[in-house]
């Protein structure tokens, strides 16, 4: 269902501009031929989006090129509602006449699962939370340079560069470095009059520093810890990161890990720095908090949902620290953009205040449901062939107005790890019980950093963990990280998502050592 074009580079276009090219399909043509045929089948409800989504990627291997990929989707999809029944469809033709074939095969697909659910006994009819209508409203995400408008060989250039320095030092024996970018362009037009056109950036380039011991076998790895963003070119010339700086400590910091003694067993008052802590956010907080899951709808890929709605307002998720947001605002996030596949703008709300759940993630069916007054824009699809489906905000823990910095979390700790990024993890279906490990960890001793250790990964539950935060750093540690491939839905699909925190204190948690573990 998806059309691989070929895209004229041209010339390159100012940042805050829409893609001339998008512009040029006939976006309107077709969604007023899709959106005219699904109003003379009867429906209640009908959406037209059509998207183009480039993604391209650059590898190299120990500062030789590994490989590459650049590739386009284009098309549309048509969504309906017709008594209380979806109906979906898609298609790659860009004409009018194929836009509202599409249209009748959605109406089709309608009255069939209507009529399944009708002949099961369900009288559940979906409907959709009010929303103000935006009659031509433009949006575009905030970066400087378009990655697609820089020379692949600046691209390759300056992976090779960043890796030949890496290799140059002492005890690092392999070097991995890559870069992906997206561009993303969406048109949306519904029956109820609202016509979007969007565009977002995004990029995650990251570098993998490799120790082998030849005498012994012994190997180790460390990445860079610089999160994906959604930023352009600018962010690998320095704006928004000091690359120069993190290259430059990295062999380092890996000798050390390679030194480093293996961690004993056991509880731990643990400083986590934004760059590990993220994750945590993302399995126990950021998936637990999505209505969808908490009502049993998402179940069959990665579970449900610890966090029901029958303890909205109740829950104890954390301490009384903990402050925690849904927002689809946030610049350079990743899960940033104007308005939601639904046609709703998009918003900033509390899902955990004073550490009590208090919000959900929602799009219009869910919040219709459970009697929200509104969706807050969480509805997304990746692809214009699939379906729009609840996805991830950018759910972020809240600094501390004048909070300590990471040091002065560090000094309140007699006895504990300080741990950096992230690296494996594990948590069951209902979000509950996890484990983290992550890129580095120093023992905490008196109050300060005393060397690395290796071989660890802390566990619990999600709301001892979260119970057992005892302070959190201010607005100068706050980071915010996130990843590319959040997976969700079957189908299967994938959504960016970003999520800022401060470094943040830990008393008492269980610390295993992994070496120890992986025998059992």
Known sequence: MILAVTLDPGSPMPPSALDPQFLSYPLR?????A????????VSHADFRLERVRSASWRLRDARPAGSSDTVQLGFAVRVL?????????????????AAAVAEQAVAVARLSGGISRAAGSAERVELAPEPVYPAAEWVSAYELNPFDVPDAEKTGLLADWSSRLLAADGVSHVSAAVLTVQENKFYADTAGTVTTQQRVRLHPWLEATSVDERTGAFD??????????????YLRGTGWDWDAELAELPELLAQKMRAPSVAAGRYDLVIDPSNLWLTIHESIGHATELDRALGYEAAYAGTSFATFDQLGSLKYGSELMHVTGDRTAEHGLATIGYDDEGVATQSWDLIRDGVLVGYQLDRPMARLKGFGRSNGCAYADSPAHVPVQRMANVSLQPAAGGPDTAGLVSQVENGLYIVGDRSWSIDMQRYNFQFTGQRAYAIRDGELAGQVKDFAYQATTTDFWGSMSAV?????????????CGKAQPGQVAAVSHGCPSALFRQVNVLNTQQEAGH
């Not at 043509?29 to 031929?33: G, K, Q």
């Not at 790895?221 to 600018?234: C, D, L, N, V």
């Not at 750093?473 to 491939?485: D, E, I």
Request: aromatic residues 8%.
């Open 29 to 33: 043509p077709l969604a007023d031929a």
């Open 35 to 42: 959106l005219s045929r699904a109003r003379q089948l009867g």
């Open 82 to 98: 017709l008594d209380g029944a979806w109906g979906f469809a898609a298609g790659v033709d860009l004409t009018p006449e194929a």
């Open 221 to 234: 790895s460390m990445r860079t810890i610089a999160p994906p963003a959604g930023r352009g070119w600018e």
């Open 473 to 485: 750093g201010g607005p100068q540690t706050y980071v915010l990280g996130g990843a590319f491939n």
